[in-house]
């Protein structure tokens, strides 16, 4: 990828800042950890303000819950793959061969440090232009259905198709015991569709799976109805 191309929008001034934004640590230094953690601060930042800006009658947890799953990590890697950021991630030997290019932690952490570099390259309104145009879609849908929690809306959505619940399953936990990261697979069977999420609780990693099954159940139904009116 050049500085002449734009990940997430934005075309770079600063080549070198865009290769160090890809560079994941596995492939040495500089990398993008700092960047990351830069850029986390930035999208929960300006994700809030969006979401305080569209939702006025929101209340501070309906807000809260909102914008963790906007900005979760199984969020941020569909986002990430959206704009096929994998093929461009620079990854150390051992994380190439077992595809890290595809894992959602990784995904999502070159987002974070995609948006801080677009900070750092052309200044706050510029990343805050960005992060409105990648999340205004998003912040669509969330008004489209309210501001109830993922999980609710997915449950409330097929109960008034008359639906099975969506049926949800712990595939694994990692890290350590203060920062365990849990992955879940949310299944909608009726619709023989299934996604997977990730969180710092179960709770969480639930919530991130259900959000990105929503849209997607959403259009299912959709089509059906079309079809059977057809």
Same mark, same amino acid.
Request: charged content about 25%; some cysteine; glycine content about 8%.
């Given at each position: 990828?050049?500085?002449?191309?734009?990940?997430?929008?934005?075309?770079?001034?600063?080549?070198?800042?865009?290769?160090?934004?890809?560079?994941?640590?596995? %492939?040495?230094?500089?990398?993008?950890? !700092?960047?990351?953690?830069?850029?986390?601060?930035?999208? &929960?930042?300006?994700?809030?303000?969006?979401? +305080?800006?569209?939702?006025?009658?929101?209340?501070?947890?309906?807000?809260?819950?909102?914008?963790?799953?906007?900005?979760?990590?199984?969020?941020?890697?569909?986002? %990430?793959?959206?704009?096929?950021?994998?093929?461009?991630?620079?990854?150390?030997?051992?994380?190439?061969?077992?595809?890290?290019? !595809?894992?959602?932690?990784?995904?999502?952490?070159?987002?974070? %440090?995609?948006? $801080?570099?677009? +900070?750092?390259?052309?200044?706050?309104?510029?990343?805050?232009?960005?992060?409105? &145009?990648?999340?205004?879609?998003?912040?669509?849908? $969330?008004?489209?259905?309210?501001?109830?929690?993922?999980?609710?809306?997915?449950?409330?959505?097929?109960?008034?198709?008359?639906?099975?619940?969506?049926? +949800?399953?712990?595939?694994?936990?990692?890290?350590?015991?203060?920062?365990?990261?849990?992955?879940?697979?949310?299944?909608?069977?009726?619709?023989?569709?299934?996604?997977?999420?990730?969180?710092?609780?179960?709770? $969480?990693?639930?919530?991130?799976?259900?959000?990105?099954?929503?849209?997607?159940?959403?259009?299912?139904? %959709?089509?059906?109805?079309?079809?059977?009116?057809?």
């Amino acid at each position: 990828m050049t500085n002449s191309e734009a990940p997430l929008g934005h075309c770079y001034s600063d080549a070198g800042l865009l290769k160090q934004a890809l560079t994941h640590r596995s %492939a040495g230094r500089p990398n993008n950890e !700092r960047l990351e953690f830069l850029g986390d601060a930035l999208l &929960n930042l300006l994700v809030a303000e969006f979401i +305080y800006e569209c939702f006025p009658k929101a209340s501070e947890g309906e807000m809260t819950r909102l914008r963790a799953a906007l900005v979760s990590g199984a969020a941020l890697a569909q986002l %990430a793959r959206e704009f096929d950021l994998g093929e461009h991630v620079l990854l150390g030997p051992g994380e190439l061969k077992s595809g890290g290019f !595809r894992r959602d932690s990784i995904l999502a952490d070159t987002v974070e %440090a995609l948006i $801080a570099a677009i +900070y750092l390259d052309a200044g706050w309104e510029a990343c805050r232009s960005h992060v409105r &145009n990648i999340f205004a879609e998003r912040i669509t849908s $969330a008004q489209n259905m309210g501001t109830k929690d993922p999980k609710t809306s997915l449950q409330e959505l097929l109960q008034a198709n008359g639906l099975p619940l969506p049926e +949800y399953e712990l595939i694994s936990t990692s890290g350590d015991d203060h920062s365990k990261t849990f992955e879940v697979s949310c299944a909608v069977e009726s619709l023989a569709m299934r996604d997977s999420g990730s969180g710092t609780s179960r709770r $969480a990693a639930e919530q991130s799976a259900a959000v990105l099954l929503l849209e997607p159940v959403r259009n299912m139904i %959709a089509m059906r109805k079309k079809d059977r009116k057809s």
